[in-house]
């Protein structure tokens, strides 16, 4: 037996997992309460004593840890950058790659109010970015005098115009700013280059940040470098997919991610046009992508589903949920009380329900904002499509994950809320995907594994993702 724990160091809890890789099998898994305002390791040894009465795995003897984290907020950062359509939407896709959540973004030049904001996030990093190469220098050299003169005491990543760069950084470092270059997120105006960005962004998350959150205790119990979650899902995303040189993937995927305070999206699929007569406009999209909507998570963010799809939509998302069931319920009053009451689980069947109908409204709306779009424009030829964003229409897998999913009365429901819809059929969701559960809570152990052995971990996750039906 060769026995790994798979740690995630959660905001709400802490999360433990257990597996065989000489068998290639899950052992257990259990949790407790995340301790992050006294001791992380106090939560986690009760998770691990947890673990072992539920599957007899002894933590003192096991040949390996890998651990992600989430806790105290996660990896929070705010972007800068010039065109809020071209170098911010660049800057904001480096940050999301890297398992960041972007808390706030600016674009063009920025000032006294906007840098209270920012000082007022109390941001993990702050990435400043501005201009293609040779491009615009102005705004940038603006925006760096302004954090220089800011309160803000995190790392500033510098992404932009090379040509400002060594200029930037010495207005910065004048301020007393802890400050990092590196290339260019929009290098010209149609290149998107973003792994520079992330790399940094994970050295600086391991150098500064996990000290800051007191994840040091955690880290020395892991052995090895702690990664942010989010991180981790996103390689679990890319390895299912994608595969290995020994180890076939399942192809072109969509996740869907529901927390209580976010839902975040990933896509692994090739870039390709609706058709041949498309024409594709707006910056050129990465096979891998995450978005993350911070206003759609079933819990701290369950009054803002009412807000954006009303009682009406909800009803009917309730009915559709449970057609036998004659109730009439007030969102409102229920939404309110999830808002003042996050960690509600749900005592009745009608809860359940409650919660898919949420959770059905938020993904719609979640995936529609990750899809890409179609519409048709007139030209000086006459009328053409143009496509923006990622066309997801043949992506061959749906998968969810979270803990609905896993919890949920029949999560599989929610799934259908990817889909294309005749009633948008501008919004290029997929059209006929295979679908599948993450009911044993794995992806983020898989997103770990991957790192040191990723056809093991390939195999374990397609042994344990539950195939389901949802057309």
Same mark, same amino acid.
């Not at 007191?214 to 890319?238: R, W």
């Not at 994950?401 to 819809?421: H, M, Q, V």
């Given at each position: ?61 096991? =040949?390996?840890? #890998? *651990?992600?984290?989430?806790? +105290?907020? &996660? @990896?929070?950062? $705010? ?71 800011s309160k803000i005491e995190c790392p500033i990543l ?44 994970? =050295?600086?998350? #391991? *150098?500064?940040?996990?000290? +800051?959150? &007191? @994840?040091?205790? $955690? ?71 995450r978005t993350v909507e911070g206003d759609l998570g ?63 409204c938020a993904t719609s709306i979640a995936v529609e ?103």
């Open positions: 037996m060769s026995t790994y724990l798979l740690i995630d160091f959660g905001s709400t809890y802490t999360k433990v997992m257990a597996v065989d890789l000489e068998r290639e099998v899950f052992l257990g898994r259990a949790q407790s309460p995340t301790t992050i305002e006294t001791d992380i390791t106090i939560g986690l040894g009760k998770a691990l004593s947890n673990l072992q009465q539920a599957c007899g795995v002894d933590p003192e003897k096991v =040949d390996g840890k #890998i *651990a992600c984290s989430s806790a +105290a907020g &996660g @990896l929070k950062m $705010a972007a800068i950058g010039l065109v809020p359509a071209l170098t911010l939407e660049a800057a904001r896709r480096a940050a999301l790659g890297a398992g960041a959540k972007v808390v706030a973004s600016y674009g063009f030049e920025i000032d006294k109010e906007i840098v209270r904001e920012i000082e007022e996030k109390k941001c993990d990093i702050v990435m400043l970015c501005g201009g293609t190469d040779g491009g615009n220098k102005q705004v940038i050299l603006h925006n760096a005098k302004e954090l220089a003169a510098v992404a932009g115009n090379r040509t400002a760069a060594s200029e930037v950084r010495s207005i910065l470092e004048s301020g007393g700013k802890s400050v990092y270059v590196t290339s260019n997120v929009l290098p010209t105006i149609d290149t998107v280059n973003v792994d520079p960005a992330q790399s940094y962004i994970r =050295d600086i998350f #391991i *150098a500064h940040i996990i000290k +800051a959150k &007191g @994840l040091e205790k $955690a880290q020395a119990y892991v052995g090895k470098d702690i990664i942010p979650t989010p991180k981790a899902s996103l390689l679990a995303a890319n390895l299912l997919a994608s595969g290995t040189e020994g180890e076939a993937g399942i192809g072109s995927l969509l996740v869907v991610e529901i927390g209580g305070a976010t839902i975040n999206i990933h896509s692994v699929a090739d870039i390709m046009p609706v058709n041949s007569q498309t024409i594709l406009r707006g910056l050129p999209e990465s096979r891998v992508k079933i819990r701290w963010n369950s009054h803002t589903i009412y807000e954006l799809v009303g009682q009406d939509k909800l009803m009917d998302a309730l009915k559709s949920c449970s057609p036998g069931m004659s109730c009439n319920v007030d969102f409102k009053e229920y939404t309110d009380y999830l808002y003042a009451n996050v960690e509600h689980v749900p005592d009745s069947v009608l809860q359940y329900n409650l919660d898919i109908s949420l959770a059905k904002r990750h899809a890409g779009t179609l519409h048709k424009e007139m030209t000086v030829n006459g009328e053409v499509y143009v496509q923006y964003g990622k066309n997801l229409l043949e992506v061959e897998n749906v998968l969810g994950t979270g803990g609905i999913f896993k919890y949920g009365l029949e999560p599989e429901r929610i799934l259908k809320s990817a889909l294309f819809d005749d009633m948008a059929p501008w919004s290029l969701k997929p059209k006929a995907p295979k679908a599948y559960l993450d009911s044993e809570y794995i992806m983020y152990g898989i997103g770990l594994l991957s790192q040191q052995f990723p056809d093991k971990a390939l195999r374990i996750a397609k042994k344990y993702l539950k195939p389901v039906s949802i057309q």
